[in-house]
């Protein structure tokens, strides 16, 4: 699972390196997220788990948002 203190601290970088990657898409997502998160926890190495959750939420941002049955 994630290893973001909480999940609106994954939310906020998940939003922002969503904004940075749509303005400058040649910057990788994993500078982002490490990025982010490091400048959040003061210098805390970020979890690689993290920043592949983030990778997957950008790259596929409909998942998990259908209802019953996938309407």
Sequence with gaps: MVSAAN???FSDIKA??????????SV??????R???????????????????VKQALQHPACGQTGAGGT
Excluded: H, K
Aim: charged share 30%; net charge negative; aromatic share 8%.
């Design 35 to 53: 990025s982010l998160y490091e400048d959040l926890y003061e210098g805390e190495p970020c979890p690689p788990a993290l920043i592949e959750a």
């Design 28 to 33: 990788p997502i994993e500078d982002i997220v």
């Design 16 to 25: 922002v390196a969503r904004e940075l990657v749509q303005s400058d898409p």
């Design 7 to 9: 999940g609106y601290d």
